[in-house]
């Protein structure tokens, strides 16, 4: 089976531009998480969607958000970015209660 | 308020003996903890896991201990290989409305070196 796949792998934005990442998830698996992971604060959750609704939420700010398709794929995306807000995004595909399975992430740096 | 804990940044061990990488949780929610094993620029890679209502899981060279009591987990690994030198986090999660184990709160992570 193919793995978790993200893309982009690397973007570059300047301060008050929107960004979109899009992951897709290992065939099968329903559910996908976010996840944010900086030096300082380390990973943090996101959110989670499931059957296209989302099921869980982290504490981050309204500008980040995320929807997910009718085919698993999910897309998150962060609005009038701030530098703080660079950091390696993950995604996890989970196709039971237990398990989650990590694509590679997309670096995003802020300017 | 940092709900899972691994209090040491770095560890350093040699070639054939054991790592223990330690981790402590203050949420008496969690009921499943993990560990993942992660390399620069790539993604978390899961290693072994286990629920509450065990206190030992051993997969290979690694084995998880779960103390419910004392909040605490440990992953050890037997022998410790030069390949095994990456970052180790150790994450929790609780059944969320009674559905979803979808969120994860991680640990802020182990630097593990084996030298040769």
């Known amino acids: 089976k193919a793995g978790v796949t993200q893309t982009p792998r690397y973007l570059i934005k300047t301060r008050g531009q929107q960004v979109t990442l899009s992951c897709s998830p290992i065939?099968?698996?329903?559910?996908v998480s976010w996840y944010q992971q900086t030096p300082g604060q380390g990973l943090q959750f996101l959110f989670e969607?499931?059957?296209?609704?989302?099921?869980n939420k982290g504490n981050f700010p309204g500008r980040f958000s995320g929807r997910q398709f009718s085919n698993s794929r999910s897309e998150m995306n962060v609005s009038t970015l701030e530098l703080g807000d660079s950091a390696l995004y993950l995604c996890?595909?989970?196709?039971?209660?237990?398990?989650?399975?990590f694509g590679p992430g997309t670096r995003l740096t802020v300017l | 308020d940092q709900q899972v804990k691994q209090n040491s940044p770095s560890l350093s061990v040699q070639e054939g003996r054991i790592s223990i990488l330690n981790c402590d949780y203050t949420?008496?929610?969690?009921?499943?903890f993990l560990w993942y094993k992660k390399y620069p620029a790539e993604g978390p890679t899961f290693l072994i896991s286990?629920?509450?209502?065990?206190d030992k899981n051993e997969d290979g060279r690694f084995t998880v201990f779960l103390n419910k009591s004392a909040k605490h987990l440990s992953l050890h690994i037997v022998p410790s290989q030069p390949g095994d030198s990456a970052v180790y986090f150790c994450?929790?999660?609780?059944?969320?409305?009674?559905?979803?184990?979808?969120?994860?709160?991680f640990g802020q992570g182990t630097i593990l070196t084996v030298h040769p």
């Open positions: 996890a595909s989970s196709g039971s209660p237990h398990e989650q399975f």
């Open positions: 065939s099968g698996h329903r559910s």
């Open positions: 969607y499931f059957s296209e609704t989302q099921r």
């Open positions: 949420n008496s929610m969690f009921d499943y």
């Open positions: 286990i629920s509450s209502i065990k």
């Open positions: 994450a929790a999660s609780a059944r969320a409305g009674g559905t979803s184990y979808g969120k994860l709160t």
